[in-house]
């Protein structure tokens, strides 16, 4: 590729970064999309829709660049949380380290490649871009040092600065627990693998255990249930409000008016459905609770919330084992309430060493089969190659306009596009794994794409052509590995660059606009004519697909900034945009419903290692070729003390995203015994980990009309009636019950119902938060 065939490239984009940019300027503005732009601000708070006409509406401004740019991180972590913070962090080190990375490169690296050998130079636009790259060196030459100079001053900057972020970040992380007084979850263990007995019930089981062997710090027990029906039923009946129509206004014989959506069990349309009047409560029979406790014991399964009178206490049963049989008695701290996935509690933990077994199998089998894409992107990258497997096309890949698309432009699009089927299927792979939060299976998914696209995106592409034959060498002789490596990144630097270009500068305006949720929104009411859809569940924040994509930014940028230092202007304006991007959708789009506490960031720091020693085994291999054994003699000190230093920051950080320090919670536990608020938070205790919950926190249900802040008032006091339905049929009847349930006439009906309609089937039910947001037509009331 020479360099006319790169500008091509860089100019489309740029083309499609202005358009989709000014776009969105646009869209904003209009009333009809502000649950699609701002859909956490819709979910947190009322925000006021104004449907007059203005025409500055309809002129593009930079406003949500500077509202993105001066909102502090103060503001972020308190509205957003600590994880989103840490992504911004990883983004802030990248433009730091690429900066200084860029200054050197391009003023002392770049011009001796140019220069590396003694040859007719042509125009630069005509000019190949291996000429910028350090093949283009003389071997022996002595102005290799220069590279390996800035590979130090590369190489020490970021051990810096990834030091002080790391620190920086585990300080937060600290505050972040002292923060979370009042989670439950901190009191809380959750104990899975409970032995059945014939003679007591699970939960009888539980108490008797940890009465006996917790018995100075044991409170009291919530027992998790076989719920694959119940579960569902309940989404379908919260679904089922939304969509109804005039909800208490109708009479008996009123109908709905007809809808394009079909109803789930008969497939009919919504007219369908009658109103009926409620009875009066002296008409409804009370339920028999004796009956319905023994019918709900029935259903109890092998997993409980175990709660513990202080923190302290629950971190050490969680780390304990408790058993003589490491398979039975399993604890883990408990995730957040709103963090539970319920679904995966009540697979026994005998099971989930062949669930990862089978992933891991899945996982290579799905990494094999990718490299045919692969290959085929790398076809068309050669074009001599292309010409000849398909002879019929010479003529028009003679065209130069045609040639600098196909090879400069094509590729990396066409491998964007397969690798959109990456995430939705790690995430599955990571459900199917039996991760106990949504947190933790986001978590999964975010290192098993990393490590994909990192294996695909990169050794793939690097070994292209012959990727068997290359794997056969390198198993054979691993000496040889800098040396294959050396000869193959020079040659993809191509690839590479207009990877940045297509994957980083256009995927970053694909973000901004929401294209898929922009095209649902648009069907529905320019096709469908519906003009009450409302895009009411707000995505939360993609971890496992934004992650990785940064980070093999930062390894690209690592391994390439003394071979080609052409990419690093393009990496270091992607890192910029994306800053201001990823501000802008964390503060308007994304709602937080749940966050790992910053755990994030280990992951981050590994990968910067890992791609920092890459670039000293590549460095090795390129000096070695070019015979110049001072200098790769040089770089290989600097590998070890990479390595040393990741060992520090192992000792000296990682525990702390691990385990809570003792010395923090037991100091949080004296302030709350000395202000009286244990009793309080032992209160709180018994209703957290309600199993059966509606979604009563989305925009929906915070209209601002009377009728539905009525309907929205009466949900949650059957909700809360609920909650207290559950708390008394499930928690302990000894001294240790703290609280007793409310209103047994609403509650028992309640438990009633949800009982009859219990299963003994456990259903996977996949977490709705984390996809794209689909629509739901309703009419609000």
Partial sequence: MNISALLTSAGINIGVCVLLFSLYSVLRKQPGNVSLYFGRKLAQEKIKQRGSFHFERFVPSPSWIVKAWKTSEEEILASAGLDAVVFLRILVFSIRIFSIAAVICMLLVLPLNYHGQEMHHKKIPSESLDVFTIGNVEEGSRWLWAHCLALYIISCSACILLYFEYKRIAKMRLEYISRSSSSPSQFSVLVRSIPRSPEESYSDLVRNFFTKYHASSYLSHQMVYRSGTVQKLMRDAEKMYKVLHDYGSTSIGQTCRPSFLKCGPCQGTLNCFKMLPCEPEHSVEKPDLEHLDSSIKDKECGAAFVFFRTRYAAVVASHVLQSSNPMLWVTDLAPEPEDVYWSNLSIPCRLLWLRQIATLLASFVFTVLFLIPVTLVQGLTQLEQLQQNLPFLRGILKKTYVSQLVTGYLPSVILLLFLYIVPPLMMLFSAVEGSISHSGRKKSACCKVLYFTIWNVFFVNVLSGSVIGQLKTVISKPRTIPAVLATAVPRQAAFFTTYVLTSGWAGLACEVVQIFSLICSLFCRCILRRKDILF?????????????????????????????????????????????????????????????GGQYWPIVHNTMIFSLVLAHIIAIGVFGLKRSPVASGFTIPLAICTLLFNEYCRRRFHPIFKIPPAEVLIEMDQQDEQSGQMAEIYQKLQSAYCQFTLDLHNPFFKNSSAEQEKHRDRMAEIHQQLQSAYSQLTLSSNTHNLCKAEGSDHSGNLCKAEGSNHSGDVDSIQDPEDTKPGFVTHKTQ
């Fill in 536 to 596: 009411f569940s707000a995505p939360s924040f993609p971890y496992h697909t934004q992650v990785p994509r940064v980070l093999l930014f930062v390894l690209l940028g690592f391994t390439c900034s003394i071979l080609v230092p052409l990419i690093l202007p393009f990496l270091l304006v992607y890192f910029f945009l994306g800053y201001l991007v990823y501000r802008n959708q964390i503060l308007n789009v994304y709602l937080t419903r749940y966050e790992t």
